[in-house]
């Protein structure tokens, strides 16, 4: 059962939805986040549990998520060809960086 019922507006254009949402897959990461924070919301015994989910993750992630100039899926044509924005630029970590890094990250987790 869908439960954002409302309208949300962009002014003259409608809001950057794919319904291949699961080809973005930085709309994949933030909404695997969600169900996950929405998983604990909804298992805790904090009665203000789920107001927080609401108020910390799901709406400041749909900000995101919605962006028509900058987020995952603008720039998404009608017929849903273009993919969004192009993939940020990524180099691989060289080896001696990289070991340095877990090595910090494996003496922080003690």
Do not use: C, F
Not at 46 to 68: C, F, K, N, T, Y
């Amino acid at each position: 059962m869908p439960t954002i019922r409302h309208k949300i507006s962009y002014k003259d254009r409608s809001p950057p939805w794919n319904p291949r949402r699961w080809a973005y897959p930085e709309v994949v990461a933030r909404l695997t986040a969600l169900h996950h924070a929405w998983e604990e919301a909804r298992v805790s015994d904090s009665g203000s549990a789920m107001s927080s989910w609401w108020m910390q993750h799901l709406e400041p992630h749909l900000r995101v998520i919605l962006d028509g100039d900058t987020g995952p899926m603008a720039n998404a044509t009608s017929d849903r060809s273009l993919m969004g924005l192009p993939a940020m630029p990524d180099e691989p970590v060289p080896a001696g960086v990289l070991a340095v890094i877990l090595e910090q990250n494996d003496r922080a987790g003690r």
